[in-house]
C-alpha cells in the first residue's frame, strides 16, 4: 500500500479555497478517482471543484497529516 497526500480547488461565486487530504491506495489513478469523487462542496453542491492535485508520501508523513487532515 502507498500513501498520498491530495488538494483540491473548490470555486464558488467568485471565491476559492483549497481543501487537503490524505490517502492510502494502489496507485496514484485510484487517489485520483477517490478524492474526485467525495465532495468537498459545502453548499449543496452549487461549488464546482477542480481536479485533485496527488503527491505520494511517506508512512511517516502519511501518519502525521491523517491526524489534522481529511483521510478518505
Known amino acids: ?34 478524492f474526485d469523487k467525495f465532495d468537498w462542496t459545502h453548499d449543496n453542491g452549487f461549488e464546482e471543484q477542480g481536479p485533485a492535485s496527488v503527491e505520494e508520501i511517506s508512512k511517516e508523513h502519511y501518519d502525521v497529516l491523517s491526524q489534522y487532515l481529511v483521510v478518505i
Do not use: C, L, P
Not at 497526500?5 to 489513478?29: H, L, M, P
Open 1 to 34: 500500500m502507498r500513501y498520498f497526500y491530495a488538494s483540491i480547488t473548490t470555486r464558488y461565486d467568485g471565491f476559492e479555497w483549497i481543501e487537503r487530504g490524505v490517502t492510502r491506495a494502489v496507485n496514484e489513478q485510484h487517489v485520483q478517482e477517490k
